[in-house]
């Protein structure tokens, strides 16, 4: 004998406010309590922690010591600039078109002049645009790995 198991109804119409609640719980309450004791590290700390991080490179101003490393036109740094900004939505992150834009930049000089022209034109900072995609919901950004990845490039660039 086979017996049908049915979940009572009451729990089928509970359950998207028990797991919004959940989640909310979560990310606004544990999470920032866990960061606080030590116990769980942010996605900023954890990539600091995985790669070491040319900071000079994302810098806006670095690229102003070191023009002549300059290898990409103003028009190359805007299109390079609005592709970076259209590659996050709020479903998807291009990771493959952010990646392209990186490999077109030559020299640390060259990550910096696109980081000041993307700072001029969005009135955002290309690095921390990089980890949070410009939202304010947990999913957005780059995850670990690629932020990890570009850094990677970024370090083994030519000054």
């Known amino acids: 004998m086979k017996q ?42 954890q990539i600091n922690q995985d790669a070491s ?14 023009r002549s490393r300059v290898t990409i036109s103003i028009a190359q740094a805007e299109s390079l600039a609005d592709s970076i900004h259209n590659a996050f939505s709020f479903f998807y992150d291009d990771y493959s078109s952010i990646l392209s834009v990186f490999k077109q930049c030559s020299t640390k000089a060259d990550i910096s002049y696109l980081a000041a022209t993307f700072q001029n034109k969005y ?22 790995d690629h932020l990890t990845q570009l850094n990677t490039y970024v370090n083994n660039l030519p000054s």
């Not at 900071?55 to 670095?62: F, G, H, I, S």
């Not at 304010?136 to 950004?141: D, E, I, Q, S």
């Open 4 to 45: 049908d198991f049915k979940i009572p109804s009451i729990v089928k119409e509970n359950i998207l406010p028990t797991v919004l609640i959940g989640g909310a719980t979560y990310f606004f309450v544990i999470k920032p309590l866990l960061v606080s004791l030590g116990l769980m590290k942010t996605k900023q700390q």
């Open 123 to 144: 009135n955002l900072d290309l690095y921390a645009f990089l980890q949070d995609g410009g939202g304010v919901l947990p999913w957005t950004g780059l995850s670990t």
């Open 53 to 66: 991080i040319t900071v000079n490179a994302y810098d806006p101003k670095y690229y102003l010591s070191n």
